[in-house]
């Protein structure tokens, strides 16, 4: 539990200021993210190859992922993890690719600069209901 504590900011923060460009005012996420493999894959990857780095126990690690998917996908995040886990399982082109190579960097350093650029690129920023009324 003490390991995840220590973890837990450390990953969220990197994640948040990933994402944070294309949140809402609430912090949401555009929806379309929920439907992308390399989004998952990249969330995924991100947490393992820290992990690895960290020489994390699988609980703990376990944990940071749980913690993960609940940042950027909140409400919607265990049907993303499971999700996630049939993309792994069937091997998803995009999934897979983004998975490698987050993984891959994140054992070196947590830096998420590539995943904030793909992002940037291919989503547009959330918007708040209440902005449309």
């Known amino acids: 539990m003490f390991s995840a504590a220590i973890h837990k900011p450390i990953l969220l923060q990197a994640f948040s200021d990933c994402l944070d460009p294309v ?4 912090g949401n996420v555009h929806p ?3 439907k992308s493999p390399y989004i998952s894959g ?4 991100t947490c393992r190859g820290y992990a690895i780095k960290q ?3 699988e609980s703990v690690t376990n944990k940071l992922i749980d913690n993960a998917f609940e940042e950027v996908f909140r409400s919607e995040s265990l049907d993303m993890q ?3 886990l049939t993309w792994l399982n069937e091997e998803n082109k995009d999934f897979m690719e983004a998975y490698y190579h987050a993984k ?3 054992k070196l350093e947590l830096k998420l600069d590539w995943l904030s650029q793909h992002v940037q690129t291919n989503f547009e920023k959330a918007s708040t209901l209440g902005k449309k009324l």
């Open 104 to 106: 891959s960097v994140t």
């Open 23 to 26: 949140r809402s005012d609430l």
């Open 82 to 84: 499971s999700r996630a």
């Open 55 to 57: 020489k994390l126990k």
């Open 42 to 45: 990249a969330i995924l990857g």
């Open 32 to 34: 379309d993210m929920r």
